[in-house]
């Protein structure tokens, strides 16, 4: 059985204030035309299928063309949602939509049961889990002690029978401990959202969703399909692709990448205002960092004549080639370890134990009541 592995649309997603909708429309066309090469059985939409809770008009559109795109293909369809989709917008009509083989991630009310699919093979099970946090599961279930997302998702995932020799796929929109985040991700307490992957151990493949850059954790069928298009400037350099999963008989997974060819690249560019002046133009959509200590009159009008897609201009940066492996580390430190060095900074010796503690416990308090 074949899949076609996808998440992270993010329709409806602005970059530094430009409408990006052209820029989707131009990427998923690109995915049904390899969705009908590839002939998959499958596509698996691991979550932010929107990027705000309430979409625009254009892009609730976009994604009824692509939905009825997929199954024209005689393809089924899996989605669940993501943090930054409404659970309960997005599974509007998913008793009706079931019959055009959309299954769509219902709002978590415990484990929803699997889709059945066959093959030569044999069975099948598609399990689809949203995007949850702690509190939502320690509403349903209230004898668990539910302390952290690994515990979490664990607690959904133990309703299920899970032994035995059959094929599992799940979807899933989590963090998974070790994977690597780019900066139009939200940045949540360090470690706090984990999950650990070794729960999803029962799993043949695992169709993970919530981060941008494709890639697998821990074992090659743990994997992050990745953003199709790029949405900050820190994604820049990745290549976007699709995944695509051949599912044979149980233990055999074999999976590769499609290349996704952008409508505009995201770029960012720097040096001195001159020489960006008389430097190739371009229709990339740019970021371009200054390295002269003072700015030229009028240096933003001039660069965008030349540079029309032009999002941001930073002033007196250093060329990132030139970044120090310090000041990458720094960009890298979690909201707690900021913290900690604000207030070692401040008071001159490190949070003990308890103080520790207790900024973890209002970090993750904040963090459940956000998206």
């Not at 009908?36 to 691991?46: I, M, P």
């Not at 066959?118 to 069975?123: A, E, I, K, L, V």
């Not at 001039?302 to 030139?322: C, Q, T, V, W």
């Not at 720094?330 to 008071?347: G, K, V, Y």
């Amino acid at each position: 059985m074949k899949f076609l592995h996808i998440a992270d649309l993010h329709l409806g997603r602005r970059l530094h204030d430009l409408s990006l909708m052209e820029d989707q429309r131009h990427i998923l066309r690109q995915i049904l035309t390899i969705a009908q090469d590839e002939q998959v059985d499958a596509v698996l939409v691991a979550g932010d299928v929107y990027d705000k809770p309430v979409p625009p008009v254009e892009a609730v559109e976009l994604l009824d063309s692509f939905l009825t795109g997929l199954t024209e293909l005689g393809a089924e369809v899996f989605v669940v949602s993501g943090n930054h989709d409404s659970a309960e917008r997005l599974a509007f009509g998913s008793r009706l939509l079931n019959k055009s083989r959309v299954h769509l991630a219902p709002v978590f009310r415990g484990a929803p049961p699997p889709v059945t699919l066959s093959d030569p093979y044999g069975t099948v099970e598609v399990y689809l889990l949203p995007f949850v946090k702690p509190v939502h599961v320690r509403r349903i279930y209230e004898d668990e002690e539910i302390a952290d997302y690994t515990q979490a998702v664990e607690a959904v995932l133990r309703r299920y029978s899970l032994e035995g020799s059959g094929r599992r796929v799940l979807l899933c929109h989590q963090l998974v401990t070790g994977a690597v985040r780019s900066e139009s991700e939200l940045l949540s307490i360090g470690g706090l959202d984990n999950v650990d992957g070794a729960v999803f151990a029962p799993f043949d493949y695992v169709a993970l969703g919530h981060l941008h850059r494709p890639q697998w954790v821990l074992r090659p069928t743990l994997r992050y399909a990745g953003a199709p298009l790029a949405y900050s400037f820190s994604e820049g350099d990745q290549e976007k692709s699709v995944t695509v999963v051949d599912l044979g008989e149980k233990g055999s997974v074999t999976i590769k990448t499609r290349p996704l060819t952008p409508l505009h690249a995201v770029r960012t560019l720097s040096g001195t205002a001159e020489a960006l002046l008389e430097a190739p133009e371009s229709e990339n959509y740019l970021r371009i960092v200054l390295t002269e200590a003072d700015s030229q009159p009028n240096v933003w009008a001039r660069l965008k004549r030349r540079y029309p897609n032009l999002l941001a201009l930073e002033y007196g940066a250093r060329p990132i080639s030139e970044l120090t492996p310090q000041d990458a580390a720094a960009q890298s430190l979690t909201p707690l370890e900021l913290m900690e060095n604000f207030f070692q900074s401040r008071n001159g010796k490190p949070m003990d134990t308890s103080q520790l503690a207790l900024v973890r416990q209002l970090m993750e308090e904040i963090w459940e009541d956000t998206l």
